[in-house]
């Protein structure tokens, strides 16, 4: 069963574009949204998270917007870069998990220049 | 450098031949644990330790196991490997998980092919 549900599976944005990545959840204990960052050959990394009771967090270009009614959280990336290119997990966690991170099936990102 | 280590990097077996992958973080962290990563499936937890002595099963632990004696190894052990076990597995540590936003570090990946 998976819990977070992540899509589009493969994203093409140009140069300067905006990238946008969802994600929605069916735990609604879940208190923790993180997004992970994975380059070719590396293991994850944390890039950005967010907690339920803001709707949304803003770090550089990167922004989560969360809508906790509707369990859906969203990774945009403005004025995307090539180096921007990667593959980006959504992740969820809370409690009743045992804090334990559930991810979702990943988003190959690629920015053309 | 904190960091978390797996070796090997790559590896290529046969069918029913034990295997160890180790990792290794030099954080102090008391939560360790095993990820497969497959395409479309994203990452799914092995198994789990929350400190020393204490292993738990994550989502798919079916022919897996883990021991942790020591604080800073958390080995994943094939006993007799699968090719359905082909895949990119990463390790990753953190402090207590239970902190709300505790960052979890993940190594660099170990590409497993069993033939």
């Known amino acids: 069963q998976q819990q977070v549900k992540q899509s589009p599976q493969s994203l093409i944005v140009q140069k300067g574009g905006i990238s946008i990545i969802n994600c929605a959840y069916e735990?609604?204990?879940?208190?923790?949204f993180p997004w992970y960052q994975q380059f070719p050959g590396k293991g994850p990394a944390l890039l950005i998270a967010?907690?339920?009771?803001?709707s949304e967090k803003k770090e550089g270009r990167f922004t989560i917007s969360f809508n906790k009614s509707a369990k859906q959280f969203s990774l945009h990336i403005m004025d995307s870069q090539p180096g921007d290119s990667a593959t980006y997990f959504c992740?969820?966690?809370?409690?009743?998990?045992?804090?334990?991170?559930?991810f979702g099936e990943g988003t190959q990102l690629t920015v053309n220049p | 450098e904190a960091q978390v280590t797996q070796n090997p990097r790559y590896l290529i077996t046969v069918t029913g031949k034990k295997l160890t992958v180790t990792c290794s973080q030099n954080?102090?962290?008391?939560?360790m644990s095993w990820y497969r990563q497959d395409p479309g499936l994203g990452l799914r937890q092995i198994y789990y330790?929350?400190?020393?002595?204490?292993?738990d099963k994550g989502d798919v632990p079916e022919g897996y196991k883990v021991s942790r004696k020591e604080k800073r190894n958390f080995p994943l052990i094939l006993e007799s490997p699968s090719p359905n076990q082909t895949s990119l597995y990463f390790c990753?540590?953190?402090?207590?998980?239970?902190?709300?936003?505790?960052?979890?570090?993940f190594g660099p990946g170990t590409r497993l092919l069993v033939l």
């Open positions: 990753a540590s953190s402090f207590d998980p239970r902190r709300w936003g505790e960052t979890q570090y």
């Open positions: 735990n609604t204990a879940f208190d923790y």
């Open positions: 967010i907690r339920p009771d803001v």
């Open positions: 992740a969820a966690s809370g409690e009743t998990s045992g804090s334990r991170l559930t």
């Open positions: 954080m102090n962290h008391e939560y």
């Open positions: 330790s929350m400190n020393v002595e204490v292993t």
